[in-house]
């Protein structure tokens, strides 16, 4: 059983504020999914191949670690809750993680990628620590699902202003403090965005509240937790679409500033690019809520996702140097693609409600955790197939690419993401909880909480 507190409605202030933790994540998150890979290739020092099984290879501990941090905060108990301490007691390490990750010492190369595996590992646990409560966060900070869905969008309207920020000022902060020295210039950027997250966390942690939290008497069992998780049919479904989605976000993000450097010639293009896509994108997560109520979640997310993926193919087709075309083709994609991340989470949040109601316990954090975890395997699947193809296209860095090295990174930028943008909207074709279905639940649990 579960318990839910008075106040399903919330603040537009609370809103916001939980929004703001997003913006602070993202500081982080688009600097790995768009500069990451560059910076080992072509400031850190690595070759793309072994850059590629690193991204890889340091994800493989995230198996273990996600479900962990879900269940342990599950079962934490404090006077600020389950979920919003760890913001409080996560923050400063995750910004020193990410400076760190950044940082490029002076060492021989073997030396080197042992301390690019370490920094992105002890990365990456930390985000885990602080963003899987954080996400978890949204499942209990009301019952109303609409209500969480208003939540979602704007987290995903301050994710994607955090977005704008790394799009639009990482490359020029990069060359401002830098002044020439990329190493030097990443370094002071990350520092920047380490005290800012830093701030916006903190933020976060003092302005919202959590409302929805387990009955007394109520037993837990991780055991239970987690097979009760492997039958979550609905949840299995996002699981399957989050891999897809992120691979699709991964492989185009990152591929972004190579097209820029190597096929139009120009990098820093790729931050009015990338700026624009993500402007564009503020709007279609500003229209989630409102479609979602007219059409439902899963339809919007299912045409948005295969519009989105149908417009991205078209750049291989477009001349690199005309820029207004790429503009343009940017901006409707990313308008489409806009309502899939708020509208995806929020069903995150159903499928919490939805094993609460079957299984007579919440295990929110697990549900997030897991979650997490698939989207993070996207982003780490896309990242390492990126370096590989790069590598596989015979792809060095600063010098002259080949035509086959151009058509491949054509290639990446377009159909080979593309293809599985659609096959994320295949997969979502087969999630069964229906809006009927999930205000039944909804209306379910607050009585049995009354």
């Known amino acids: ?73 599950d079962r934490t108990r404090s006077r600020w809750g389950k979920f919003r301490p760890y913001l409080l007691w996560g923050a ?45 966060l949204m499942g209990v900070i009301s019952p109303d699902s609409q209500e969480r869905t208003s939540v979602s969008s704007y987290r995903f309207i301050f994710a994607f202003i955090g977005g704008l920020i790394v799009q639009g000022t990482t490359l020029p902060l990069v060359a401002w403090f830098g002044e020439g020295d990329q190493q030097d210039g990443f370094r002071l950027t990350m520092t920047l965005f380490a005290v800012v997250a830093v701030a916006l966390f903190f933020t976060t942690f003092a302005t919202t509240r959590e409302r929805v939290v387990a009955a007394d008497g109520v037993k837990s069992d991780l055991r239970k937790d987690l097979r009760d998780l492997a039958t979550n049919v609905p949840w299995l479904v996002l699981f399957v679409v989050g891999l897809f989605n992120l691979t699709f976000t991964s492989i185009r993000s990152g591929t972004v500033v190579y097209y820029f450097k190597y096929v139009t010639g120009n990098e820093l293009l790729a931050s009015g690019f990338l700026v624009a896509g993500t402007a564009a994108t503020l709007v279609g997560v500003a229209l989630a809520p409102a479609l979602s109520r007219r059409l439902g979640k899963k339809r919007v997310f299912i045409l948005a996702t295969l519009l989105s993926g149908i417009l991205a193919s078209l750049f291989y087709w477009v001349d690199p140097g005309d820029m207004p075309a790429l503009l343009t083709i940017q901006v409707l994609a990313s308008l489409a693609a806009g309502p899939t991340a708020p509208i995806v989470w929020a069903m995150y949040a159903d499928c919490a409600d939805y094993s609460a109601h079957r299984n007579k316990r919440r295990a929110t954090g697990l549900v997030f955790s897991a979650a997490t975890f698939a989207q993070k395997m996207g982003w780490t699947l896309g990242g390492a197939m990126t370096g590989w193809l790069l590598a596989w296209y015979g792809f060095e860095a600063n010098t002259s690419q080949s035509a086959e090295t151009l058509d491949g990174i054509r290639l990446m930028f377009s159909i080979i993401p593309g293809v599985i943008g659609v096959a994320a909207a295949v997969a979502m074709s087969f999630y069964p909880l229906s809006e009927n279905e999930v205000r039944r639940i909804s209306a379910e649990l607050s009585r049995e909480a009354a």
């Open 92 to 136: 400063v390490p995750f910004g020193i993680a990410g400076v760190l990750t950044f940082t490029t010492p002076e060492l021989e190369p073997g030396a080197k990628l042992i301390y690019a595996y370490v920094t992105y590992t002890v990365m990456m646990m930390l985000y885990t620590i602080v963003n899987i409560p954080y996400s978890a």
């Open 1 to 73: 059983m579960v318990s839910e507190t008075a106040g399903a409605k919330l603040s537009i202030g609370e809103k916001i504020g939980y929004g703001l933790g997003d913006t602070a994540s993202n500081l982080f998150f688009q600097t790995f999914m768009i500069y990451l890979l560059f910076f080992y290739t072509d400031v850190f020092g690595i070759s793309a191949a072994a850059a590629g099984t690193m991204l890889l290879l340091t994800r493989l501990w995230d198996t273990i670690n996600d479900p962990i941090v879900g269940a342990i905060a």
